[in-house]
Structure formats: C-alpha cells, structure tokens
C-alpha cells in the first residue's frame, strides 16, 4: 500500500493486518502467486476494520473524504464474503450430485 508511511509519520498506525490485506492488491506484484481469498479471512479482515470506522480520527472533520470510502470499502468485502460462502455452498452441492462415471 502507497503512502501508508506518510500516515504512520502522523500518528496514524494501519493494523498490520490491514496492509497484509492490501498487500494481495499490489499491482506491481501481480505475477506472484498469491493464495485465493477466503471467506473466513475476509470476515477477519472487517472485524478488525469496523472499529476504525467508528473511531474518534474517523470522525473528524479532515476525514470527511475517507469516511463514506471506507464505509463501502466495509460493505464490498461485507458483500464479497457474502458472495464467496453462496459460491462455495453451490459448488459443495454440485460435488455432491456428481456420480463416478
């Protein structure tokens, strides 16, 4: 993640579970194989963001621009989870249906 150190410099520390999140994103380590997303992994990672977004800092003034960000920052991976755990109960019922041939 960019400029996270300009953020630390300030007072403001990313949990460090936050940027190994964002670490998966890094554009610029694409071709490294990474693994795949879980769905219970995912669930942590909003645990611990949930708090941030209710935090003093938060609710300042000068983080008017990051709050809504944020907030459907915690909706998407909310709605992605969502998506993985249906995802993952349809293939487990389609596994099951399959008979030897």
């Not at 071709?31 to 995912?42: A, V, Y």
């Not at 645990?47 to 003093?56: C, D, E, F, G, I």
Request: aromatic share 14%.
């Amino acid at each position: 993640m960019r400029n996270h150190k300009k953020l630390e410099k300030r007072g403001y520390h990313i949990p460090r579970l936050f940027l190994e999140f964002f670490d998966r994103a890094n554009p610029e380590s694409y071709k490294q194989t990474r693994k795949p997303f879980d769905d219970n992994e995912l669930n942590l990672h909003c645990q611990t963001l949930v708090p941030y977004a209710t935090s003093s800092w938060m609710l300042m003034a000068n983080f008017n621009w990051l709050y809504d960000i944020f907030d459907d920052f915690i909706i998407m991976i909310l709605n992605y989870v969502g998506y993985l755990q249906c995802h993952r109960n349809i293939t487990a019922a389609h596994h099951a249906l399959e008979s030897a041939i």
